[in-house]
C-alpha cells in the first residue's frame, strides 16, 4: 500500500509561483507513475501533470503546458509540481496520486493512491 501526502499550497497572487510537494512512502517508489490533479468544488477532478517511474515520460494538462514543472527525486521519495505564472483559474485544491503502473495516463482511474490534497489559491 503506498501513502502520499501534499504540501505547499497557498494564497498566490496572480503571475506568481508556487511549488507543491508530496511524499510518499511504501512499495519501491521508482517502480510506479505519479501525478498531480486538481478539483475545483462542484467539479470533476482534473489531471495536471504526470511522470512515469524513472522521470523519462512527463505528461501535462494542455491548460498548463508551459508554466508547470513535475519532477521526481527517487532518492527522497517525492514528487514536485513547480507552478509559475499562476492565473486565477488554477484556483482548485491539488492531489497527489500514486499510479498503478510505471507509466501513468491521464486517467484518474488508473490511480490507486491519493493525498488529502492542497489548496491553492490565486487572487489578488
Known amino acids: 500500500q503506498v501513502h502520499v501526502a501534499e504540501s505547499g499550497g497557498g494564497l498566490v497572487q496572480p503571475g506568481g509561483s508556487l511549488t507543491l510537494s508530496c511524499a510518499a512512502s511504501?512499495?519501491?517508489?521508482?517502480?510506479?507513475?505519479m501525478g498531480w490533479f486538481r478539483q475545483v468544488q462542484g467539479k470533476g477532478r482534473e489531471f495536471v501533470a504526470g511522470?512515469?517511474?524513472?522521470?523519462?515520460?512527463?505528461t501535462y494538462a494542455d491548460s498548463v503546458k508551459g508554466r508547470f514543472t513535475i519532477s521526481r527525486d527517487n532518492d527522497k521519495n517525492t514528487v514536485n509540481l513547480q507552478m509559475n505564472s499562476l492565473r486565477s483559474e488554477d484556483t482548485a485544491v491539488y492531489y497527489c496520486?500514486?499510479?498503478?503502473?510505471?507509466?501513468?495516463?491521464?486517467?484518474?482511474?488508473?490511480?490507486?493512491?491519493w493525498g488529502q490534497g492542497t489548496q491553492v489559491t490565486v487572487s489578488s
Open positions: 496520486a500514486a499510479a498503478r503502473s510505471f507509466y501513468p495516463t491521464t486517467r484518474r482511474d488508473d490511480f490507486g493512491s
Open positions: 511504501g512499495r519501491s517508489f521508482s517502480s510506479y507513475g
Open positions: 511522470i512515469s517511474g524513472r522521470g523519462g515520460r512527463i
